[in-house]
């Protein structure tokens, strides 16, 4: 066995034990990008928890870096940061968490990116999709992220039913009014930050 496929098995045993489910169970959703900073996420985080009513709390294990549990109080998923992009850990097939929660995380994720770190090019970027197959091996995909929300499902038992895809439009809707909140809420927070940093200056100019 080749050392991705043993490291990938042992996220997936982390994760579905954090999930309730078996390793085959659990997929890997990466948004590949460079990300400057862990203070990214912890914006991201708070964003979320803040507007979206997220509840966030670490998990152990080995899931090959910083992972936190991620839940709307009916479905959960995992999100792993890395320096090389945003990962989520979800239950393939879990119709109810992929048409909520899943495609809330990853469109916040881009419009908080694109506000926040000037990237304009996501639509141009893949993601890359990976699960434990029934042999027990890697198995990977690639697919482009503007054709992320299309209806048709790209692969079965990984992304969306097509069951789910009559749903998706309109909940795609209330999406994007929860992302222009999270938008609001990080401005807001980084303006208090910064009237805080110019206060700070000013006391330690009066001193000096």
Same mark, same amino acid.
């Given at each position: 066995m080749d050392y991705r496929t043993e490291a990938f098995k042992k996220k997936f045993n982390d994760a579905g034990r954090h999930l309730g489910v078996t390793p085959k169970d659990i997929v890997s959703l990466k948004l590949r990008e460079n990300v400057s *900073?862990?203070?990214?996420?912890?914006?991201? &985080?708070?964003? =979320?928890?803040?507007?979206?009513?997220?509840?966030? *709390?670490?998990?152990?294990? +080995? @899931?090959?870096?910083?992972?936190? =549990? =991620?839940? +709307?109080?009916?479905?959960?998923?995992? #999100?792993?940061?890395?320096?090389?992009? =945003?990962?989520? %850990?979800?239950?393939?097939?879990?119709? $109810? *968490? %992929?048409?909520?929660? @899943?495609? @809330? #995380?990853?469109?916040?994720?881009? $419009? &908080?990116?694109?506000?926040?770190?000037g990237r304009r090019d996501f639509d141009d970027r893949d993601v890359e999709i990976r699960r434990i197959d029934e042999n027990g091996h890697l198995a990977e995909e690639h697919i482009h992220e503007r054709t992320m929300f299309d209806i048709r499902p790209f692969t079965a038992n990984t992304f969306f039913a097509t069951s789910a895809a009559k749903t998706i439009e309109s909940e795609l809707q209330q999406l994007k009014e929860q992302i222009k909140s999270i938008?609001?809420?990080?401005?807001? %927070?980084?303006?208090?930050?910064?009237?805080?940093?110019?206060?700070?200056?000013s006391m330690m100019s009066k001193r000096g």
């Open positions: *900073s862990n203070a990214e996420y912890r914006k991201f &985080f708070r964003a =979320l928890e803040h507007e979206a009513g997220f509840q966030c *709390s670490p998990v152990d294990g +080995d @899931l090959q870096g910083k992972a936190y =549990l =991620l839940s +709307d109080g009916s479905s959960r998923v995992i #999100i792993v940061e890395h320096e090389t992009g =945003l990962e989520i %850990l979800y239950i393939a097939g879990s119709i $109810a *968490s %992929l048409i909520g929660i @899943l495609p @809330l #995380i990853v469109q916040s994720w881009r $419009a &908080f990116r694109g506000h926040h770190a938008s609001r809420r990080v401005d807001a %927070l980084e303006g208090q930050n910064q009237a805080k940093a110019k206060r700070r200056k």
